[in-house]
């Protein structure tokens, strides 16, 4: 099952259409849901889900703080974004698209791209992309993390609490909140409206 996360009727269209021709090389076309918001799918969909279409067309936290809950409960499902340049622009939205999506896609030319992507996803044989703006490649020459740093900067930007960080991943509280205030030390700030105005500043 593929699960469609969009609001827009003509993406809804352009989709079937998409889905109707590939039906016969994949059963994962046979059925396809389309919601507006990721919290209306069941327990039973997101299990059954092979892959999450997200059409991200404007900056919304609330939607990827979400998505990055699915993300890490169903960790069978393949997240493809439809997106555009500009939501890259904010580097919090850069740093949680990175961490959901494993393909993006510009909208300008997504037909093209979707097409080539789902028949690779009907092989098995699915690419992983990832994008970053030039602040965030900015500030990662300058302090690099580390794989740890890395894996749990996700969570402390989309504002979770050490606590909840311990229930997605193979951590203790004490490891991220050691690792946080390593965080917070290389990007020379105290707190996480700190992290957010630093990631938001211009190069």
């Known amino acids: 099952m593929i699960i469609v996360l969009t609001s827009c009727r003509y993406f809804q269209q352009g989709f079937a259409m998409l889905a109707d021709q590939l039906m016969n090389d994949s059963p994962s076309f046979q059925r396809v849901l389309y919601l507006d918001d990721i919290n209306d799918a069941t327990k039973d969909d997101l299990v059954r889900t092979k892959a ?18 699915v993300k890490n409960r169903y960790q069978q499902s393949y997240f493809i974004f ?15 698209i990175n961490t959901i999506a494993d393909y ?28 970053k703006n030039v602040r965030w ?8 993390l580390t794989k740890m740093e890395t894996m749990l900067l996700p969570y402390i930007v989309s504002g979770k609490k050490n606590k909840e960080i311990t229930r997605y991943l ?19 700030v105290t707190s996480l409206t700190g992290l957010y105005k630093k990631f938001d500043e211009r190069v």
């Open 52 to 69: 999450i279409v997200v059409d991200y067309g404007q900056s919304d936290i609330n939607v990827l703080n979400a998505l990055l809950e």
């Open 82 to 96: 439809i997106t555009r340049d500009v939501c890259y622009e904010s580097t919090i939205d850069n740093i949680l």
């Open 104 to 131: 993006t896609i510009d909208c300008k030319s997504a037909v093209r791209q979707l097409r080539a992507c789902l028949a690779h996803f009907a092989l098995e044989d699915q690419p992983v992309t990832i994008f």
């Open 137 to 144: 490649h900015h500030l990662e020459k300058q302090q690099p």
């Open 170 to 188: 193979d951590v203790t509280g004490k490891t991220v909140s050691h690792h946080r205030r390593n965080i917070y030390r290389k990007f020379a």
